[in-house]
Nanobody, 121 residues
Framework: QVQLVESGGGLVQPGGSLRLSCAAS????????LGWFRQAPGKERELVAS???????KVGDSVKGRFTISRDNTKNTVYLQMNSLKPEDTAVYYC???????????????WGQGTQVTVSS
């Protein structure tokens, strides 16, 4: 059973940067499609970025040009680099992994515990 553990969240000022990491256990990491979701209080869950096992990347319109997803299969880790952060990026961020391409309507079956990102001065 694959387990996902996020790290890297915290408090950052507007315009700042953070890098989230998600480390996975198990030996099938390279076969997974991966994604990062976020959910702010009172809002629906949003797919921020996804990366297929083949390397195809999709980034949500609200973060395009600011956020980047990447993976290191040798370290069983997926990253979310977040630049030019805005207060509206404040949310709990979740790592997600699955056997089929990640979409908003069809997330993967594996979830991390979430990490809080707060953008505030």
């Amino acid at each position: 059973q694959v387990q996902l553990v996020e790290s890297g969240g915290g408090l950052v000022q507007p315009g700042g940067s953070l890098r989230l990491s998600c480390a996975a256990s198990g030996s099938s990491f390279s076969m997974f499609h991966l994604g990062w979701f976020r959910q702010a209080p009172g809002k629906e869950r949003e797919l921020v970025a996804s990366m297929s096992r083949g390397g195809t990347i999709k980034v949500g319109d609200s973060v395009k040009g600011r956020f980047t997803i990447s993976r290191d299969n040798t370290k069983n880790t997926v990253y979310l680099q977040m630049n030019s952060l805005k207060p509206e990026d404040t949310a709990v961020y979740y790592c997600n992994a699955g056997w089929t391409p990640i979409t908003t309507m069809r997330p993967g079956s594996r979830w991390g515990q979430g990490t809080q990102v707060t953008v505030s001065s």
